[in-house]
């Protein structure tokens, strides 16, 4: 007795099979990581791997939703594509009505909304898609939020979806800090995919932004030098032990 | 009753609007900005039905700005001017905009400026000069006359200063004040905003 051929039905024991599906999708995505500091947010993804006669530049997984707000995801990259789209739609047309530039948890709420209309919804299946958005909030202050193929959303201190969400948010748990400054955010959300990206650096971006800021995303060397600062730490550390 | 004037220069254009938003006899605002930024390096001169300008201007501001988002790139002066006429044009027989519009940009990559002519009807022509309203009739032939191409900036400040105080002193309608703006490869800046009183025998006086 399979319960996940049509998707708008639970199973025995209250589960919506489908989106459990999407879940799973999700984990196999490649990983992207979010970071809240004091007062700045930064995001962080592996990069897949890409294939020697592929131009790796337009394979970009940190998305501008609008001029303040940022977000990522992990999952099927192309169900990411419609989500992106209708969220740059709802800023224009937010700001066109209000003419204020939108919330973070507005939007991030409309995303979540989106995906929990098509769990749903007849012939459609969920969105195999994890989102972290992060932008900062009328008031001021980061914010960083993340949604599921449920539809569920929440915000966080720090997070991470996609392959090795567990390894990754472990480590965040050990070592985040409240009130962090840009260097140390940075270095934290460096480090926590360094351990976990194959083949290291070269597959790691890393997006910032900064309050009133445009996104900044830092050079290959930068991140090179960071890495290298961690391994020559690790092995002083060997060498101690 | 709305007066705009513009032209393009070297490396620069300057558009100048009068700043009275007026219904039928009363001067509802005399300090009502008509020259809207669409983007960093684009302003859209609006003239007509002040809901309209502004439904419309507002319109076109957020598509270009989704587009920015979307693309990663900004769209250049002629591809906005062809948008806003196809807006105007499918709007014209169904839900008309009684916009009359001049539409000035600086494209980086050409680092040119340009200057369009748009109407409510869905025309639209590259020009060099122009003007909207009725200051078109009284500043067509002062710019015939005096402009060139590659105007540097004094001079070209100098021209419209003469086309505005031509408005100033033959439209019988008081628009006694307008405001200038500048765009060039900075940006879009505002030049002056200047009272014109021809009486005081061609004197312009500043106003901050």
Redesign the interface.
Same mark, same amino acid.
């Given at each position: 007795m399979s319960y996940d051929r049509a998707i708008t039905v639970f199973s025995p024991d209250g589960h919506l099979i489908q989106v459990e599906y999407a879940l799973e999708a999700v984990k196999k995505g490649t990983t992207a990581v979010g970071v809240k500091g004091k007062d700045v947010l930064v995001l962080g993804v592996e990069k897949k791997s890409t294939a020697k006669l592929q131009d790796p530049r337009t394979v970009r997984k940190i998305v +501008?939703?609008?001029?303040h707000i940022c977000m990522t995801f992990a999952g099927l990259t192309a169900d990411s594509r419609i989500l992106i789209?209708k969220a740059?739609?709802e800023? +224009?047309?937010y700001?066109?009505y209000y003419e204020d530039p939108i919330g973070v948890e507005y939007i991030t709420r409309y995303i979540a909304k989106t995906q929990q209309k098509y769990t749903q919804s007849v012939g459609v299946r969920p969105f195999g898609v994890s989102t972290l958005i992060v932008g900062y909030d009328s008031k001021g202050f980061p914010k960083l939020y993340q949604t599921d193929p449920s539809g569920n959303f929440s915000s966080w201190k720090a997070s991470c979806i996609g392959r090795s969400e567990k390894p990754v948010k472990e480590f965040l748990e050990k070592n985040y800090v409240d009130e962090m400054d840009e260097e140390q955010t940075v270095r934290l959300t460096i480090q926590s995919l360094v351990e976990v990206v194959e083949s290291g650096e070269k597959n790691i971006d890393i997006a910032i932004m900064r309050k009133n800021k445009p996104i900044e995303f830092l050079g290959r060397t930068r991140i090179a030098d960071i890495v290298k600062e961690f391994e020559e730490e690790k092995k002083r550390k060997e060498e101690e032990d | 009753m709305d007066s705009l004037v513009g032209f393009v220069g070297k490396n620069y254009v300057l558009i100048a609007g009068d700043t009275n938003a007026g219904r039928s006899i009363m001067r509802l605002k005399d300090d009502f900005d008509k020259l809207v930024p669409i983007d960093s390096h684009k302003i859209l001169a609006k003239s007509g039905e002040i809901g309209d300008g502004n439904q419309f201007c507002n319109l076109i501001i957020r598509n270009v700005s989704l587009y920015r988002i979307r693309n990663e790139t900004e769209l250049t002066t002629k591809s906005v001017a062809h948008y806003t006429r196809r807006q105007l044009a499918t709007a014209i027989r169904k839900n008309p905009y009684s916009v009359n519009l001049l539409l000035g940009g600086y494209d980086k990559k050409d680092q040119k400026g340009s200057l369009y002519y748009l109407d409510y009807l869905g025309s639209s022509k590259k020009i060099n000069y122009g003007a909207q309203g009725y200051a078109a009739l009284f500043v067509g032939s002062i710019l015939d006359r005096f402009w060139k191409e590659d105007l540097d900036f004094e001079d070209g400040l100098e021209l419209m200063k003469k086309c505005l105080r031509e408005v100033e002193k033959r439209l019988i309608i008081g628009t006694r004040c307008f405001l200038i703006k500048m765009i060039n490869s900075d940006g879009i800046s505002v030049v002056e905003k200047v009272m014109i009183n021809s009486k005081n025998k061609n004197e312009i006086e500043e106003e901050n």
């Open positions: +501008q939703i609008d001029d789209n740059r739609f800023c +224009q047309s700001k066109y | -």
